[in-house]
Structure formats: structure tokens, C-alpha cells
């Protein structure tokens, strides 16, 4: 009998069958589900029903869950903040990390990366609205720095991650998207390697779709509401 975690799975990938209907690009829409705070066993059930790829922002959880299910094929995204003196862990660990907005982050990550280990892909996470609490480049000096993270070793530059600020309504959601999708185009056409444009959440994804999105990060949509912290085991 499948569970609710398994219907919101299937339902989700039917909103993004709908959203690629809707619009002009044809690329395909990678799901990242975001576990953060949820327990191994969710992720888990997920992969049995054919997810793969699995994003998660801090750091002590995510190597956690990539050392508990070191056994499943999965793709592991890291998708939070990261302070220097942590990189190794990501180095080691992750396939993927969206939030790149410091040279000397991605410089850590290069050194630490296992040569027997495919290259990390690598996004510039920009901060377009310009929110002084928010991570993230400014859109002006994005180029700046993809230009020096084509330097580095063991690095792949794949694309951007943004975290826009919710619109009021669908229609402010499709005019703010459209104008990150023709940022990315910009960029494309500087950097022809780069194939990714991680924008899009639980509340917005199909109009992320819409506007050209390769990937949308989903977690409450999937799991429901993150469960309490743990005073034992903060995360």
C-alpha cells in the first residue's frame, strides 16, 4: 500500500509534466527533493519509488544521511550555506552544491575533492533581489566569478540557483522567472558549458517551469512540515 509520501511524490511529477506543457523550452526538469530535517527512512521510501536525487542544508545531517545510506545510488545535492571549515565533508560526499558565492569556497572544495571521484558540480548561487539576509553573488559580478571558477581543478561549472523572493501572485512569480531565465541566457552565452538553472520551490515551481527551470527543489510539498529539532541533535 503506498504511502502519502509516495502519492505527493507522484503528484509533484505530474505538476511538472503539466508545467513543461506550458512552456516554450523543452529540457527535461530534474526533481530535487529536499530532506533536510526529515529522517532517513523518508528518503528511503522515495528512492523506492525511483527518486535520485536528494538535497539537503546543513552539513552534520547531510554527511549523516550519506554515510547511513552509502548502500542507495543516490545523487546528493547540497544545497545550504557552507563555512570553510566544512568543505571537506561536501568535498567528500556530494555529487552536486548549488550555493557557490565565494571564490575561496569553491578554491577549498577543488583542493579536497577526491581525484578518484567524478568531478563536483558546482551552481553560483545570485541573489537577485538583493536581500542583505540572503546568500548569494550579485547578478553584476555572477560572470566575474564563473570566470575564475573555470580554473579550478575537479570543479564542473553547471549553471545558478536562485532563492527569489515570493511574488504576490502567479503572474509577479512568471515576470520575476522570465527575467532570471534571460540572466541565465546571458550567461550562456559566456559560458556555453553551463546546462542548469536550479530555480523553484513547493510554492512556485510550475511557474519556475514555465520559465525555462532545469531543476526545482521541493521538500514540504514531498514530506509535509519539517519536524521539530532535536535539543540532542541540532541541526
Known sequence: MKSNITDQLQHIQQCIQAAQKQSLYTHDVTLLAVSK????????????????????????????????????????????????????????????????????IAQRLSQQRPEHLPDLNICVQINFDHEPQKAGIAPEAAAELMTRLQTLPRLKLRGIMCIPKPEKNKESSLEKFGKIQQAFVQLCQQFPELDTLSMGMSHDLEEAIIQGSTMVRVGRALFGERPAKSHSSPL
Open 37 to 104: 530535517a526529515h529522517p532517513a527512512a523518508a528518503i528511503k521510501e522515495l528512492y523506492q519509488a525511483n527518486q535520485r536525487d536528494f538535497g539537503e542544508n546543513y552539513v552534520k545531517e547531510f554527511t549523516e544521511k550519506a554515510t547511513q545510506l552509502a548502500d542507495l545510488d543516490i545523487t546528493w545535492h547540497y544545497i545550504g550555506a557552507l563555512q570553510s571549515n566544512k568543505t571537506q565533508a561536501i568535498a567528500q560526499h556530494a555529487s552536486w552544491i548549488h550555493s557557490i558565492d565565494r571564490f575561496k
